[in-house]
């Protein structure tokens, strides 16, 4: 797939995604003026809408927010200004500007779009239904996912993979009950999730097996301060038990645009919809909610408190005075199970990384990337979301029990696409 195809490709997505989830507004016809007209032709005013372009800018993705603007011809003169520094407009969309006071609000709403239907779901005929405080005394499985995602993308992508499916099957014959855990991930922190965790959990008094993605396992690990459970087995896949450098306060404007890199390279990849799609919305909703607040596209210095804006994404912050994980890791938690880890760090082949232009740019993170706005990056190894060095600490213990994916094809987004990581999962659940 040439570049120009993979704009369109990525344009085309965009598109869908603004019209299915209602992310433009409309403009307001301009006024009938003394000013002649071409006949039948009405002027679109956008003087009260905001614009959110993404562009290309020297083989990155970045977004560039531009406030409303008083002149109703402004909105051609913005995109003209956006080539003259050099970058090409891929895609644009106008609405209208969030209000700082509006961002939570916004973000449940985006939430509710990412994971509509939150609460406890049981695994029945091949799809999850609601199950809140469902009465269970068998053993039990739960599946809790990560930021922008639910509970489905395990059910999508176990069964893209022939051992995958075998999985879900052994897991149906083994348990009383496969649970999962759909919860916003945006407008609350973990530790809330895991309140409403637990009060889901109510009637549910058997042993539990745990299989988490990313910052669901950071709402398992708050849930495991609770004594009241038997949790025998917690598989931790790409979790930032320590934390992610993407999710640090001085990231946030950058985190932006290293997501909307990430999109080309899953476009790229032809990853399943179920990671496409969300990775898609939550960047758009969040550049979309969040852009003038961060100035994106202006190479503007930022307050560090800007990502408390998004609680859970403060949450899992990798910074050195970040309270919610001092909190979590500073004492043993009250349930002791078997802990494993699947990790990942991303170095694609070099036939691949041409797509994956970002994995070169967190890898060198004194260069183009800092320029758009990311004051802080990546140091080490990751996952392409997830410092590698944070998923396997528990409380200051190294966990025992680690897998390392293959790191030239496995990164945060395609874990349980993987015959590697679905062995990892049978072994540490004994299916």
């Keep these: 797939m040439m570049q120009r195809e993979l704009d369109a490709a990525v344009a085309k997505r965009l598109d869908s995604i603004v019209a299915e989830y209602h992310m433009a507004d409309p403009p307001d016809a301009a006024r009938a003026g003394p000013m002649k007209r071409r006949r039948g032709f009405v002027p679109q005013d956008y003087s009260g809408l905001a614009t959110l372009t993404l562009v290309r800018d020297d083989g990155l993705l970045r977004w560039v927010y531009q406030p409303s603007a008083r002149d109703p011809m402004s909105r051609r003169a913005r995109r003209g200004s956006i080539r003259t520094i050099g970058a090409e407009p891929v895609y644009e969309f106008s609405f209208k500007e969030t209000p700082p006071n509006q961002v939570i609000w916004a973000l449940e709403q985006l939430d509710n779009k990412l994971t509509p239907g939150q609460g406890l779901k049981r695994l029945e005929s091949g799809k999850f239904e609601p199950a809140d405080k469902v009465k269970i005394d068998g053993r039990v499985l739960l599946l809790v996912h990560g930021t922008f995602s639910k509970c489905d993308m395990f059910i999508d992508e176990l069964n893209s993979i022939a051992s995958g499916k075998d999985l879900l099957n052994a897991g149906q014959n083994r348990y009383e009950a496969i649970l999962a855990f759909d919860h916003p991930t945006l407008s609350v922190s973990p530790w809330a999730n895991a309140i409403d965790l637990e009060e889901a959990l109510e009637n549910v008094t058997g042993p539990i097996d745990v299989i988490c993605h990313s910052r669901g396992g950071l709402v398992v690990a708050w849930w495991l301060r609770n004594p009241k459970r038997q949790v025998d087995n917690v598989v931790f896949v790409g979790v930032p038990l320590e934390g992610t450098s993407l999710a640090s306060p001085a990231s946030l404007r950058g985190a932006l645009q290293v997501l909307a ?41 930022l307050a560090d408190a800007a990502v408390v804006l998004v609680p859970g994404l403060a949450g899992q912050s990798r910074v050195g005075n970040n309270a919610e994980l001092l909190r979590l890791t500073g004492r043993r938690w009250a349930s002791t199970p078997s802990f494993h880890a699947v990790t990942s760090n991303f170095e694609p082949w070099d036939t691949d990384a041409a797509w994956w232009e970002i994995w070169k740019h967190l890898k060198n993170p004194g260069d183009k990337l800092l320029d758009l706005g990311a004051d802080m990056l990546f140091k080490d190894n990751n996952d392409l979301v997830v410092d590698t060095q944070s998923m396997t600490v528990v409380c200051g213990t190294q966990i025992t029990q680690v897998h390392k994916c293959d790191s030239r094809k496995v990164h945060h987004c395609n874990y349980f696409r993987q015959d590697e990581t679905v062995a990892t999962l049978k072994r540490a659940l004994k299916l």
């Design 261 to 301: 890199n990430i999109l080309q390279g899953l476009e790229h990849a032809s990853a399943l919809a179920s990671t496409v799609n969300p990775f898609a919305v939550a960047v758009t909703g969040l550049s979309k909610i969040l852009g003038g607040i961060l100035r994106l596209g202006a190479n503007t210095p």
